[in-house]
């Protein structure tokens, strides 16, 4: 299968473009960085650099695909102007989405973000309603990042409504790789009174490319939205106690299928796409959260 992956420079993108190729799969990579012109190593996806906020750059890296995977995005709201963000992400998510059902491309994997609900980046705080979060939590995002990606699953909604393509939405949890574990996750593992609005979720980029290759393959019909998140808490913490402990009756409790629970939930994923996901914080972390020496 032809897959274009976009933002294919990115954290996420590197590891799904990996997981792509190794899947057997021909992937037309495309990102903002530019490209080289030496000879390219053996096995190396096509490249081409594209603005994908110009609907003639969308056009031209998606006219050949039968799937598209759409990882492109600035990825959170702190760091650009607010107009930036909505602007960036919406425009890129609408004009790759109208190129490909003019193509008539068969799948569109659409990369949003597990801070659609909205509780991550508010400017009037609230939490979610219940824990472990899935699917189909009430949505009331504030930020231009949630905004944005909201509007973009209604978007696959809209495009599969008027055409025959079939769409994907995967949230992922809060992404990590090898570089950043220690540093973004060790305070959790070492004290659960270091909170995030995710409940001690996460995701591991690898098991991350994972879903997203089986996204690809799906033959899911319409639109279908998957969390995708670690089974277990960062730290490994009894998930309904430190619940209870830190945000006491606010947050319902429900059923849990582990001690060490995530506060997000992957069953749907699991369940509808076969995703079973195969690395753990503990592949990277002690139990006090150091970097494992290798």
């Known amino acids: 299968m032809k897959v274009l992956i976009t933002g ?8 799904a473009t990996q997981a792509m190729v190794d899947a057997g799969h021909e992937v ?33 890296v998606v006219r050949d695909a039968d799937a598209v995977v759409h990882i492109a995005a600035i990825p959170e709201p702190t760091g650009n102007p607010p107009h930036v963000v909505f602007q960036t992400n919406l425009m890129a998510t609408f ?18 973000s597990e801070t659609v609900p909205g509780f991550f980046f508010p400017e009037r705080d609230f939490l979610p309603d219940y824990a472990p979060v899935d699917e189909e939590h009430p949505v009331h995002p504030q930020d231009p990042y949630a905004l944005s990606k909201y509007f ?11 055409s025959d393509i079939q769409c994907i939405t995967i949230r992922p949890s809060w992404v990590q790789f090898e570089g950043n574990y220690e ?27 994972d879903a997203i290759v089986l996204a690809t393959e799906s033959e899911l019909a319409g639109h279908e939205v998957f969390y995708i998140a670690s ?8 998930f309904a106690e430190i619940l209870t402990k830190y945000y006491g009756d606010t947050i319902e409790l429900r059923d849990l299928d582990r001690a060490d629970a995530s506060g997000i939930t992957s069953a749907k994923a699991q369940r509808m796409l076969g995703w079973t996901p195969k690395r753990s914080w503990r592949d990277y972390l002690d139990a006090e959260g150091r970097a494992l020496r290798k």
């Not at 294919?8 to 590891?15: D, L, S």
């Not at 080289?36 to 750059?57: H, I, N, Q, S």
């Open 8 to 15: 294919a420079h990115g954290k996420v993108g590197r590891a």
């Open 28 to 60: 037309h990579a495309t990102d903002l960085s530019r490209p080289g012109f030496e000879r390219k190593p053996v096995g190396a996806p096509r490249y081409t650099m594209a603005d994908l906020t110009d609907a003639g750059e969308a056009y031209a």
């Open 95 to 112: 004009n790759v989405l109208e190129a490909a059902v003019r193509f008539g491309v068969k799948r569109f994997v659409n990369i949003s």
């Open 152 to 162: 973009g699953e209604q978007l696959m909604d809209a495009a599969v409504a008027r």
């Open 183 to 209: 540093h973004n996750l060790g305070p959790q593992v070492r004290d659960a009174s270091v909170l995030s609005p995710n409940l001690w979720s996460y995701i591991d980029v690898y098991d991350l490319a």
């Open 231 to 238: 089974p277990d808490n960062v730290g490994g913490h009894d």
